[in-house]
């Protein structure tokens, strides 16, 4: 773990700050996508007024933020010690948002109906054995739960695709929409939902983009 855990710290290093406003003129906002002002907004994960929100992989906590700001009381978990900190001081006057350093099968064991809300945005579960994962979430979801997640679509290309320097020490479970709703049905999710949204232009790759409810 400790191997994974300097991987994300390199990785954190090297990411620019989100900017201060986006397109839109929105000081916080949730990005699901690869893109800037791009993609799905929050109404993926449903209202989020009052609700116990989990974000697995909060990295600097810039869509969590956005999150709590509509009233929800969220706790951002991150593996990598500097993410927290940059959170913090970035957001940590904002009510209701909370982040810890965690790795997120650990976080998630023994934490039954301690969420009504789990998003991973190119996080965890992307990086996490399903098999392992999907029932700590499951398990950490109330009833009516929603978990949502996002990241890069499996590629068509056979060559290996490299989107971190760390590849080689940081795993990742590359599986199509269609087997993302098998696993999560497999784990007992209902109402799945799992596609590949277009990119802003015809060049670029899409982002896979799932959701599922408990
Ligand atoms: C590609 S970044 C995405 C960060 C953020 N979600 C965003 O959209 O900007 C992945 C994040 O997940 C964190 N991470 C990776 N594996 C993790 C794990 N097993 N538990 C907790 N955090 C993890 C990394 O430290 C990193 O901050």
Redesign the pocket.
């Known amino acids: 773990m400790e191997a ?1 855990t300097a991987a ?2 390199r ?2 290093a090297g990411r620019t700050p ?1 900017r201060d406003v986006n397109a839109a003129g929105a000081t916080t906002w949730v ?1 699901w996508t690869q893109y800037p002002d791009h993609g799905p907004d929050e109404s993926l994960l449903g209202p989020v007024c009052g609700r116990r929100v989990l ?6 906590g ?2 969590l933020a956005h999150l709590a700001m509509l009233g929800a009381q969220c706790v951002g ?4 010690p500097s ?1 927290r900190a940059k959170a913090e001081a970035r957001w940590g006057t904002v009510p209701g948002l909370t982040f810890q350093t ?4 650990e ?1 998630l064991t023994d934490r039954p109906d301690n969420f009504d809300v789990v998003l ?5 579960a992307w ?2 054995d399903p098999a392992t994962l999907l029932p700590l979430v499951r398990q950490a979801l109330s009833a009516g739960g929603v978990f949502a997640f996002s990241h890069r679509p499996p590629s068509a290309d056979p060559r290996p695709r490299q989107p ?1 320097r760390e590849a080689r020490t ?1 795993s990742r479970w590359d599986y199509s929409p269609h087997e993302w709703a098998a696993l999560l049905e497999s784990a007992r999710f209902t109402h799945v939902t799992a596609g590949i949204i277009d990119p802003p232009d015809s060049e670029g790759e899409g982002t896979l983009v799932v959701r599922a409810e408990t």
């Open positions: 994974v994300w710290e990785y954190a989100r990005n974000e697995l992989g909060c990295g600097t810039c869509n978990i991150d593996v990598a993410q965690a790795e997120a099968t976080f991973s945005i190119f996080g965890p990086f996490t971190l940081v």
